[in-house]
């Protein structure tokens, strides 16, 4: 059975810190590419970051120079540390396995991150 879960959103002031993890099983963690999305009411969800089977990433152009994507391929875990956190980040983050040749799309259930101003 394929889990994604994720951990650590919350509620934080403008300026803060959060750092989101994602535990995933049931999949070939290491050889998938891992990916942070992220869905604010009445928007469409966009993609915050993804990050390689060897550790390249890619970022959304909103979150780049804050966020940080990173991965243990030890543990099946992928980490997003978020940094100078703005109002306009609030959105359900979600992780994301993203498809392959020999592995279908999945996402997990989302956290909800509100950003106070």
């Known amino acids: 059975q394929v889990k994604l879960v994720e951990s650590g959103g919350g509620l934080v002031q403008a300026g803060g810190s959060l750092r989101l993890s994602c535990a995933a099983s049931?999949?070939?963690?290491?050889?998938?590419?891992m990916g942070w999305y992220r869905q604010a009411p009445g928007k469409q969800r966009e993609l915050v970051a993804h990050i390689r089977s060897d550790g390249t990433t890619t970022y959304g152009d909103p979150v780049k120079g804050r966020f940080t994507t990173s991965r243990d391929n030890a543990k099946n875990t992928v980490s997003l540390q978020m940094n100078s956190l703005k109002p306009e980040d609030t959105a359900v983050y979600y992780c994301r396995s993203l498809p392959a040749l020999y592995s279908p799309d999945y996402w997990g259930q989302g956290t909800q991150v509100t950003v106070s101003s």
């Open positions: 049931g999949i070939a963690f290491r050889l998938n590419v």
